[in-house]
């Protein structure tokens, strides 16, 4: 899953001309700062900037009436239009769909999908935009424009600062962009559907153009191919300002391993899943050296390096503390789960599953003054070597909500103390080698929705009152053991499975 950025700047290159005009009318008589302040004030909806946005609504299909108070004069009280209060110039418009579904784990905003309903603009881009040369934020993220490409014409919006175009267009990645010197914010991210997931709807030739854009801090191109741009992590080295940079699944060419970054001490969120950017088993250095990153996902980043399996990083956790999202799976890493994941006093996303890992649990958690034991919340090592037993280590992760350790060899019994893990919500201990019956307090877990416990060696008997208090459960496993189930058939549920 992919993070979204709600960091939204909205500075304006304006800001430097407003203020030489508040100083000049300080020099005016008190009857002419209250007439020009007066006048200011009850600025209204420049003619021609209505009748810009007018003729772009002609261009658009409208389904859902989405754009039904665009009527009348005052273009400034308008659905997603926002004016100056000054000048009356338009500074604002925010189209984006209104059935897009955030995902959150917690409070933490994961994901985005289109939700059911016909809440989506279609149609074409009319040039007309062109007229809104004061604009400093445009969405029109999430709207379906018949896959068309980026309408060049966007490059001429020079006082641009935030430009959200995701899951709108197709074709190539003009360049044009690159005159948007005041632009701080710019996401193309392509993730609309299955289709455009597997086949890439947008394709960027080259970077060369970001140069242009110095004060660039938000950059998303996932679900594009950059597989022509060969010096995309050259040109992206150049952005120091730099804080959001999303390319999963971008196809990117692999880069120069040795290369150092401008923005190692800027990043905080990187997202490079689904690409292959290094040469056999080396990782690349700037990888390495990120100080202030706290989301980082390289999964199946290296999982197709021509040396092979590659060893832990652990220099990402030595020379990173801030981390707080961290996702290394389906890498094909092996050796031991490193002993320094107890220093991440921020993580609470741990996600490293599909490995070759081998070691104990323990190992990696089971220092009893681990600060991540007040922090994880998220804990993925399925797919991995592990073994020994599930000891006492994680029950002091209170605030844990997944525990994810299926296809290990884990064994001995189910810790009977699982339900003092209150938060835990989904808990998936399949295909291990895991003995004895099931506890009877597991029934006790009433945040628990999500239990799998299949294709171990455990036996004894299932009663009502391993379900007793799973009043939130939706899906359930015990298959391939060698279990009893007697359940009074009186017994009425306090859940509903899928």
């Known amino acids: 899953m992919r993070w979204a950025h709600n960091t939204i700047p909205m500075a304006s290159s304006r800001t430097a001309s407003m203020i030489f005009l508040s100083f000049a009318l300080l020099v005016f008589s008190t009857f002419e700062r209250a007439s020009c302040a007066a006048a200011f004030t009850n600025a209204t909806c420049i003619e021609r900037e209505r009748e810009a946005l007018l003729e772009f609504k002609r261009g658009l299909v409208d389904k859902s009436n989405l754009l039904s108070s665009w009527v009348g004069d005052d273009c400034c009280s308008w659905k997603g239009v926002r004016c100056s209060k000054l000048t009356g110039r338009v500074l604002k418009l925010d189209l984006r769909s209104p059935c897009v579904v955030p995902f959150y784990f917690g409070d933490v905003l994961l994901d985005q999908f289109l939700g059911h309903g016909n809440c989506t603009l279609t149609g074409h881009i009319h040039p007309s935009l062109a007229e809104l040369q004061h604009l400093n934020y445009l969405d029109l993220s999430w709207n379906n424009f018949s896959y068309a490409e980026i309408p060049e014409f966007l490059g001429s919006l020079s006082n641009l600062v935030y430009l959200n175009l995701s899951n709108v267009f197709a074709g190539k990645v003009p360049c044009h962009l690159g005159n948007l010197s005041n632009l701080q914010y710019l996401d193309l991210n392509n993730f609309r559907d299955f289709i455009q997931y597997v086949s890439g709807y947008a394709t960027v030739n080259n970077l060369e153009w970001l140069s242009g854009l110095p004060s660039l801090k938000h950059l998303d191109l996932s679900g594009n191919s950059v597989r022509n741009a060969q010096q995309w992590l050259q040109s992206i080295s150049m952005l120091s300002s730099l804080q959001f940079l999303g390319l999963a699944d971008c196809s990117l060419p692999i880069s120069d391993s040795t290369l150092q970054v401008n923005f190692s001490t800027s990043l905080e969120f990187l997202d490079l899943c689904g690409n292959n950017i290094g040469i056999g088993s080396t990782i690349p250095n700037w990888l390495l050296n990120l100080s202030s990153t706290t989301h980082l996902d390289l999964s199946g980043v290296f999982s197709n390096f021509d040396g092979g399996a590659v060893s832990f990083p652990t220099e990402i956790i030595n020379n990173n503390k801030q981390l707080a999202f961290l996702d290394l799976r389906y890498n094909s890493m092996r050796g031991e789960l490193p002993k320094n994941l107890s220093n991440l006093c921020h993580l609470f996303a741990l996600k490293l599953g599909g490995n070759d890992l081998t070691g104990g649990i323990s190992a990696a958690l089971g220092n009893p003054f681990s600060c991540l034991q007040n922090t994880l919340r998220y804990l993925d090592l399925q797919g991995n070597k592990i073994s020994g037993r599930l000891g006492d280590e994680i029950r002091h ?27 835990l919500k989904e808990l998936d201990l399949g295909y291990n080698n895991l003995t004895g019956g099931i506890p009877e307090s597991i029934g006790q877990m009433s945040n628990l929705f999500y239990l799998v416990l299949s294709n171990n060696l455990l036996k004894g008997v299932v009663t009502e009152l391993h379900l007793a208090n799973l009043t939130s459960l939706t899906w359930l496993d015990i298959s391939s053991n060698e279990l009893a189930v007697k359940i009074n058939p009186k017994v009425v549920p306090h859940f509903n499975l899928i």
């Open 397 to 423: 992760f209170k605030n844990l909500e997944y525990i994810g350790l299926s296809g290990n060899s884990i064994e001995g019994p189910i810790p009977v103390y699982l339900p003092q893990l209150s938060s």
